[in-house]
Each structure stands twice: as structure tokens, then as C-alpha cells.
């Protein structure tokens, strides 16, 4: 058991650019979730996956972010034309099957659009 | 609209001084309460899951608890080590994602 990893840890960008995280979960776990964390609040719920299907989405995620599970691995998380308010952490987590419904989170990828 | 509400937003205890974090949630159809920890720069790492009113469960210096409305952290006997943010969640009924509260910011001086 590695832990869910995420890269970068540190991305800046400038207002309009596009910008593509990526995240690998524990290897057995077919559940995947991107959230997102802006500073002394708690994570928002983006997106989530069984696999390589997407079956749920935030009302709040605008067209411009995207986000993908190729063969149901590793996931990416794209944000186009990033405007200064998509400054946050994002944080990636998996599950596995079962009962057992212990999320594990990555350290997250800090963001920070200039 | 589901809301998970936490009290008080920071605590500053110290070291061997006793307290409780309090989560309030209003979620139509609560299927468990999570407890999580997070230290600054890293993601958050699961604590406990609660599942029904009266149920509790400990680790350590914490134990967390569940009533039909709220669910209090209780931390014993506090260390600095315990210093963190802690969050708590629930969990919509037929939902995958975790709503989670805005977090309650513990200092513990030696």
C-alpha cells in the first residue's frame, strides 16, 4: 500500500492557461474522487468515479474542468482558461469494494493562478 | 440544502486540558459521519465513521460520538501532537461524495 499519489504538489499559472493534475490511487481500488479545498474551509466534492465511468459531478464544476480515468488507473483532472478564483488545493481519493468505506486522500496538488 | 456545521472554528488548549469538537448536520438521509484529520499541507487522513445515534468509537486520546443531530470528538488528556485541523462529514443515502464541514483548527500548548 503506497497511499494515492498526486502531481504535481505545487503548480502556478497564469489567468487563462490550462492546467492538467494527475493522480494515482492504491492500486486495488476501483472508487475515485476529486475534491477541492480553499483555506479554512473544508473539501467540496468535484467528481467522482467507479472505474473508469464517471457517475457523479458537482453542479458547481463549470465546463471548464474536465476529468478523466483511462482504464479505470490513474485519473486526471483538467482545468482550462484558469481564472484566479480556481486557486485551491486538490485533492484526489480512493476507495476500494466492500464494506469499508475508509477514503484515503493524496497530499493534493496546491494551485495557485496568478 | 445538506449542511455539516463545525464549533468552534479554533480551539487553543493546553496539554492535558480535555475539550470536545462539536459537528452539527442537517442531511436528508444521513448513511454514516465521518471524522477526519488534517495537518497543514497534507490530505486529510480518516479517523472514524459513525453509523447510528449512540454509537460511539475511540482511538487513543479520541473518541467521537453520534446523536441524531450531532456528533461531538471528544480529545482526553490532549498532547501538541494532537495539534491539527480536525473535519467531520456525512454521507447522503444513495450518494457517493461526503459533504464535509469547514473544520475546527486545535492548538495544543506543552
Known amino acids: 500500500d503506497t497511499g494515492v499519489s498526486q502531481n504535481p504538489r505545487h503548480k502556478i499559472t497564469k489567468r487563462g492557461q490550462n492546467v492538467t493534475f494527475r493522480c494515482d490511487p492504491i492500486s486495488e481500488h476501483n472508487r475515485l474522487y476529486w475534491y477541492r479545498q480553499t483555506l479554512g474551509q473544508g473539501p467540496e466534492f468535484l467528481t467522482y468515479f467507479q472505474n473508469e465511468a464517471q457517475l457523479e459531478k458537482s453542479r458547481l464544476l463549470s465546463d471548464r474542468f474536465s476529468a478523466e480515468r483511462p482504464k479505470g488507473s490513474f485519473s486526471t483532472l483538467e482545468i482550462q482558461r484558469t481564472e484566479q478564483g480556481d486557486s485551491a488545493m486538490y485533492l484526489c481519493?480512493?476507495?476500494?469494494?466492500?464494506?469499508?468505506?475508509?477514503?484515503?486522500f493524496g497530499s493534493g496538488t496546491q494551485l495557485s493562478v496568478l | 440544502e445538506d449542511q455539516v456545521t463545525q464549533s468552534p472554528e479554533a480551539l487553543r488548549l493546553q496539554e492535558g486540558e480535555s475539550s470536545s469538537l462539536n459537528c452539527s448536520y442537517t442531511v436528508s438521509g444521513l448513511r454514516g459521519l465521518f471524522w477526519y484529520r488534517q495537518d497543514p499541507g497534507k490530505g486529510p487522513e480518516f479517523l472514524f465513521t459513525?453509523?447510528?445515534a449512540g454509537e460511539e468509537k475511540e482511538k487513543e486520546r479520541l473518541k467521537a460520538t453520534l446523536t441524531k443531530k450531532e456528533s461531538f470528538l471528544h480529545i482526553t488528556a490532549p498532547k501538541p501532537e494532537d495539534s491539527a485541523t480536525y473535519l467531520c462529514?456525512?454521507?447522503?443515502?444513495?450518494?457517493?461524495?461526503?459533504?464535509f464541514g469547514q473544520g475546527t483548527r486545535l492548538t495544543i500548548n506543552p
Open positions: 459513525l453509523y447510528s
Open positions: 462529514a456525512g454521507q447522503i443515502q444513495g450518494a457517493q461524495k461526503l459533504v
Open positions: 481519493a480512493s476507495l476500494g469494494t466492500g464494506g469499508n468505506e475508509k477514503l484515503f
